[in-house]
């Protein structure tokens, strides 16, 4: 008797149903349902296959079994994760051989010394792992492995000690853990049972994925089943459809790819602590939208603290296109909801994170996903430009981890299944990063176009723009503190954020003394943001002592941790240098008088930190060279 009519003939007499004319065929990657050839039609609502509760493998069913009796002297169940019980329960069922109530269902399934059998990466040798080497599921392979792996030898390390279990090996377990990934249902399809991990139902398993299938899953209180809302003809394939799933879903998870699939994204996360830090905020800021705005995938204000999500995504939609160019493909990006709007919560530095706290911040505050597909950002704020920058920078990063790796595959052309499908899979990744990124980078580029303007101040305008005695004084002030006053190399030795500081202390001497030039478009927009910085961080303290955040404003998420103690030291060196420029320099706008303290350059370097904004360098730079250190004159009066 074969495979399949062994299974057929166990199923049907422990109350299974399937359909007279639905029979059983094979591949290479496993068995699968199909009508048969003799049928003329197969009409829609036609139930296919309908499996009893009491065929199905979870965790409740594997709660007598003597495996977990050595696991778990004593008793209790719950102390295992449940996806991990039902896994060493299929291992032991796999292991009775026919003395297995499931062991013609088994039979149906890919078997663990079939290592040809399954396409999931985490059976990739390595020929086939070149193929992902640098993406998302490369990288999530190698943490999947590390996993199933610690699961197994905590499971052996007890299974060892006991006579009968000797046979347990990885194999048998990657195998166990790979069906129950590959094949199983959600608990949610076994209603009433108190199940909430993976389930395998047998019959309804063998059906393969198709994005474009039509059919009805019924999970009733005693059975599974699965109908077509499709008519189907003799010799047709009866499919699934698992919902719009990604590639990389799919191949993580089944073992295949769908060319051109429109559900495929690009993989984002934040981590756990970012997380909770989300949570955290969105918590504290819960209430009322402000301002009326409704709740939707493009809004950036959902104040619901259980949208706060680890895992995020970016993908490309189709344009709807007029009827002159409906021949040509285009797409837009599209992050997941709520993304931008946790991101930039994420980047807030201290200034923004407390006003947007007590409500002073507009209800434009943040970038929506509209905003970052325009031509410029309608009312840009410093955290609205610092959300565009990093997720520039993120994408760019992720891209080159990517292409890092192009020389490996140089000349080569997929050789079996698994390299096709982890060539889709690449190509799809690298497509949808160079599409977001030629948005992205547009969208920056109109911004920087007319940076002064937008509120964008680069190393070079300090040096040559702005107040002449301020650009005359700082140049001769920057030649003693880093030996040069030239912007490349001034970059070049990481002078950046001491270049800026002090340019904000001659800046603060200049407005004390109402000398700031305000005719010119960067004077008006130095007067703004002096009177704003006045407002939101305060007046410099006049000792040391007094200094550390009395604001309780200070730098958060900008990358660069402010310690009053250790940066009192970087402080004084701006101090030696401004002392040994005013010797060669007396009538330098520098000169003391009480005007220029330690405490007066620690407070301009808080404020650089805190409100400044890197920017990508750009796409083919030479990877040594660092990202553009910049400020952003906010001024509170930008976004609408």
Same mark, same amino acid.
């Given at each position: 008797?074969?495979?399949?009519?062994?299974?057929?003939?166990?199923?049907?007499?422990?109350?299974?149903?399937?359909?007279?004319?639905?029979?059983?065929?094979?591949s290479?990657?496993?068995?699968?349902?199909?009508?048969?050839?003799?049928?003329?039609?197969?009409?829609?609502?036609?139930t296919?296959?309908?499996?009893p509760?009491?065929?199905?493998i979870?965790?409740?069913?594997?709660r007598?079994?003597?495996?977990?009796?050595?696991?778990i002297?004593?008793?209790?169940v719950?102390?295992?994760?449940?996806?991990?019980?039902?896994?060493?329960f299929?291992?032991?069922?796999?292991?009775?051989?026919?003395k297995?109530?499931?062991?013609?269902?088994?039979?149906t399934?890919?078997q663990?010394?079939?290592k040809?059998?399954?396409?999931t990466?985490?059976w990739?040798?390595?020929?086939?792992?070149?193929?992902?080497?640098?993406?998302?599921?490369?990288?999530?392979t190698?943490?999947?492995?590390?996993?199933?792996?610690?699961?197994?030898?905590?499971?052996?390390?007890v299974?060892?000690?006991?006579?009968g279990?000797?046979?347990?090996t990885?194999?048998?377990?990657?195998?166990?853990?790979?069906?129950?990934?590959?094949?199983?249902?959600?608990?949610s399809?076994?209603?009433?049972?108190?199940?909430?991990?993976?389930?395998?139902?047998?019959?309804?398993?063998?059906?393969?994925?198709s994005?474009?299938?039509?059919?009805?899953?019924?999970?009733?209180?005693?059975d599974?089943?699965?109908r077509?809302?499709?008519s189907?003809?003799?010799?047709?394939?009866?499919?699934?459809?698992?919902?719009?799933?990604?590639?990389e879903e799919?191949?993580?998870?089944?073992?295949?790819?769908?060319?051109?699939?429109?559900?495929?994204?690009?993989g984002?996360?934040?981590?756990?602590?970012?997380?909770?830090?989300i949570?955290?905020?969105?918590?504290?800021?819960?209430g009322?939208?402000?301002?009326?705005e409704?709740?939707?995938?493009?809004n950036?204000?959902?104040?619901?603290?259980?949208? &706060?999500?680890?895992? !995020?995504?970016?993908? %490309?939609? @189709?344009?709807i $296109?007029?009827? /002159?160019?409906?021949?040509?493909?285009?797409?837009?990006?599209?992050?997941?909801?709520?993304?931008?709007?946790?991101?930039?919560?994420?980047?807030?530095?201290?200034?923004?994170?407390?006003?947007?706290?007590t409500?002073?911040?507009?209800?434009?505050?943040g970038?929506?996903?509209?905003?970052?597909?325009?031509t410029?950002v309608?009312?840009?704020?410093?955290?609205?430009?610092?959300?565009?920058n990093?997720?520039?920078?993120l994408?760019?990063?992720?891209?080159?981890?990517i292409?890092?790796?192009?020389?490996?595959?140089?000349?080569?052309?997929?050789?079996?299944?698994?390299q096709?499908?982890?060539?889709?899979?690449?190509?799809h990744?690298?497509?949808i990063?160079?599409?977001?990124?030629?948005?992205?980078?547009?969208?920056?580029?109109?911004?920087?176009?007319?940076?002064?303007?937008?509120g964008? &101040?680069?190393l070079e !305008?300090?040096l040559? %723009?702005? @107040?002449?005695? $301020?650009?005359? /004084?700082?140049r001769?002030l920057?030649?003693?503190?880093?030996?040069t006053?030239?912007?490349?190399?001034?970059?070049e030795?990481?002078?950046?954020?001491?270049?800026?500081?002090l340019?904000l202390?001659?800046?603060w001497?200049?407005?004390?003394?109402?000398?700031?030039?305000?005719?010119?478009a960067?004077?008006?927009?130095?007067?703004?943001?002096?009177?704003?910085?006045?407002?939101?961080?305060?007046?410099?303290?006049?000792?040391?002592d007094?200094?550390?955040?009395?604001?309780?404003?200070?730098?958060?998420?900008n990358?660069?941790?402010?310690d009053?103690?250790?940066?009192?030291?970087?402080?004084?060196?701006?101090?030696?240098?401004?002392?040994?420029?005013?010797?060669?320099?007396?009538?330098?706008?520098?000169?003391s008088?009480?005007?220029?303290?330690?405490?007066?350059?620690?407070?301009?370097?808080?404020?650089?930190?805190?409100?400044?904004?890197?920017? @990508?360098?750009?796409?083919?730079?030479?990877?040594?060279?660092?990202?553009?250190?910049?400020?952003?004159?906010?001024?509170?009066?930008?976004?609408?």
């Amino acid at each position: 008797m074969t495979v399949g009519n062994r299974h057929r003939e166990w199923f049907k007499a422990n109350g299974g149903y399937i359909h007279p004319s639905v029979g059983l065929s094979s591949s290479p990657s496993g068995h699968f349902l199909l009508v048969l050839p003799d049928c003329d039609t197969f009409d829609a609502g036609t139930t296919v296959v309908s499996c009893p509760h009491t065929l199905t493998i979870s965790s409740v069913k594997a709660r007598d079994s003597p495996i977990l009796s050595k696991l778990i002297p004593d008793g209790n169940v719950d102390s295992i994760d449940p996806t991990v019980i039902t896994r060493l329960f299929l291992v032991e069922q796999y292991l009775l051989g026919n003395k297995s109530f499931w062991w013609p269902y088994l039979q149906t399934l890919p078997q663990p010394d079939d290592k040809h059998a399954f396409n999931t990466p985490l059976w990739y040798d390595d020929d086939d792992f070149v193929w992902l080497q640098g993406t998302n599921l490369g990288k999530a392979t190698v943490t999947r492995r590390a996993e199933w792996k610690r699961e197994f030898d905590e499971a052996t390390a007890v299974l060892h000690q006991f006579s009968g279990h000797c046979s347990w090996t990885w194999q048998t377990y990657l195998w166990s853990a790979t069906i129950t990934s590959s094949r199983s249902f959600p608990g949610s399809a076994l209603p009433n049972k108190g199940i909430d991990s993976a389930v395998l139902i047998p019959g309804l398993d063998l059906l393969n994925h198709s994005p474009s299938a039509k059919v009805v899953w019924d999970w009733g209180r005693n059975d599974c089943t699965i109908r077509v809302d499709e008519s189907l003809t003799g010799g047709s394939e009866i499919f699934n459809n698992y919902g719009p799933k990604g590639n990389e879903e799919l191949l993580m998870g089944y073992g295949f790819c769908i060319p051109n699939n429109m559900a495929d994204t690009f993989g984002l996360g934040f981590s756990k602590a970012v997380s909770r830090h989300i949570q955290a905020t969105k918590s504290a800021r819960s209430g009322p939208p402000r301002g009326g705005e409704s709740h939707n995938e493009d809004n950036m204000l959902s104040n619901d603290p259980s949208q &706060v999500a680890e895992q !995020h995504w970016v993908r %490309l939609k @189709p344009l709807i $296109l007029l009827e /002159d160019k409906a021949n040509e493909r285009q797409f837009q990006h599209q992050f997941s909801p709520y993304f931008l709007e946790q991101f930039s919560i994420a980047l807030e530095n201290k200034r923004e994170h407390v006003q947007h706290n007590t409500g002073s911040l507009p209800v434009a505050y943040g970038i929506s996903q509209t905003e970052v597909q325009c031509t410029a950002v309608t009312g840009l704020s410093r955290n609205r430009f610092h959300v565009l920058n990093a997720l520039i920078m993120l994408l760019e990063r992720s891209r080159t981890e990517i292409r890092q790796h192009d020389a490996l595959l140089l000349g080569r052309k997929p050789a079996n299944r698994r390299q096709q499908d982890a060539a889709i899979y690449r190509s799809h990744q690298l497509t949808i990063l160079d599409g977001t990124l030629a948005e992205l980078n547009y969208t920056l580029n109109i911004i920087m176009g007319d940076e002064i303007f937008n509120g964008v &101040v680069r190393l070079e !305008h300090i040096l040559t %723009l702005g @107040p002449k005695l $301020l650009v005359k /004084d700082l140049r001769s002030l920057l030649h003693v503190a880093l030996g040069t006053r030239d912007a490349k190399k001034i970059k070049e030795r990481r002078g950046d954020e001491c270049a800026f500081a002090l340019w904000l202390c001659g800046l603060w001497i200049l407005h004390r003394a109402g000398d700031v030039n305000d005719e010119t478009a960067l004077g008006s927009r130095l007067v703004s943001w002096l009177d704003f910085l006045d407002q939101t961080y305060g007046l410099p303290s006049p000792t040391l002592d007094e200094h550390p955040t009395n604001s309780g404003l200070g730098p958060l998420n900008n990358g660069m941790a402010f310690d009053p103690a250790s940066d009192s030291v970087v402080a004084a060196s701006y101090m030696e240098a401004i002392d040994a420029t005013v010797e060669k320099h007396p009538r330098s706008l520098f000169k003391s008088k009480g005007n220029v303290t330690v405490p007066l350059l620690l407070w301009c370097l808080e404020v650089v930190r805190d409100e400044g904004v890197r920017i @990508p360098q750009p796409s083919g730079t030479a990877i040594e060279q660092e990202d553009e250190y910049t400020l952003f004159l906010e001024n509170g009066t930008q976004m609408p």
